[in-house]
């Protein structure tokens, strides 16, 4: 008997079981971009100067093995010009934020291979589904390999990433998590029939599509913030420092250098964005409020409003304490949250709902 009879004779798995394993390894992803998040906070993400998908996974073991680690870090410009003195002990709580952060990476391969191995030999995900999955673990790889892309730039000349490269690596954690969504989304409905679209469906679906895009962008533009250390000057709001625009906005040449490496103007921007997410949510929120063939399009709608404005909140107050670890960790955690229920009231809109 094969290996794929005898799945079959096991109860089968249903479909909504695969949606539910495709929303764990979304929340997965999640915990991965605020753990990335924290790892940049810390000034972690460089202790780990080689790129070793299989070998990697073992820690150091020995003092022997720690001086070995620490030596090769002690060669990158961070430690030269930033961290000179460091002890061992220091660098050890830098490398476990890393060494932490990839981990999570290699888990999510296991956590998505096997099951994926289990609901193809059941058929709970039909064959004509398997380029879709396939196309989702390959995301997972580029992920990490922009990951390293991104780790390099600071092993030269830089004593830190690429806030480009931390955004473009950013940027496909983000792509992979709403693409794990929705594929979980469409597992989930009740039926496999998308249910017709009305003239109130249609009239907020474009605002329902152009949400989800707003928040990528405000949560790309975090990353610029992050990676300028923006997060650390101009502490008041709603002025910033007494100023509407920050001073010295088009200091750098040519004039569009100042939007990715001006510090003060990257706060702006993830200033000014925040206020059209949240007036979009806010219209959005409106118009739920009078589409009648979606009711369940009220409460989540109710729900994106209330993490919108959480999620103000978090970045008012993280602003005005010069982003300690903890409150900048929670803003991006939220931000996480609100990307998803941006996407989930997209589907709502769009397709039947869940």
Known sequence: MTVAATLTGLRSPSRRAVGWWLIVMAVLVAAMVTLGGLTRLTGSGLSITEWQPVTGVIPPLSHEAWQTAFAKYQ??????????????????AIFWWEWTHRLLGRLLAVIFLL????????????????????????LGGLQGAVGWWMVESGLETRVSVS??????????????????LWTAFEYLRRSDAASAATADR?????????????????????????????????NTWPSMDGRLFPEGSLAL???????????????????????????????????????????ALRASSNALLAIVGLQIALGIVTLLNQAPLWLAALHQATAVALFAAALWNAFKVSRAPL
């Open 75 to 92: 060669q990158i410009p961070q430690y030269r010009l930033e961290n000179r003195g460091m002890t061992l002990e220091a660098f050890q």
């Open 115 to 138: 099951p994926f191995l289990v609901f193809a030999a059941t058929g709970a995900i039909a064959r004509r589904e398997w380029p879709r999955m396939i196309l989702l673990f390959a």
């Open 163 to 180: 806030q480009y490269r931390l955004a473009i690596h950013l940027g496909v954690a983000l792509i992979l998590l709403a693409a794990l």
């Open 202 to 234: 249609r009239r907020i679906a474009v605002l329902g599509w152009i949400l989800p895009a707003l928040v990528y962008v405000q949560m790309l533009l975090g990353a610029l913030v992050a990676g300028l250390h923006a997060g650390l000057i101009y």
């Open 253 to 295: 040449s040519p004039w569009w250098r100042n939007l990715f490496e001006n510090a003060g103007l990257a706060q702006f921007d993830h200033r000014l964005v925040a206020y059209i997410v949240a007036g979009a949510v806010l219209v959005f929120w409106a118009m739920a409020r009078r589409t009648r063939d979606l009711p």
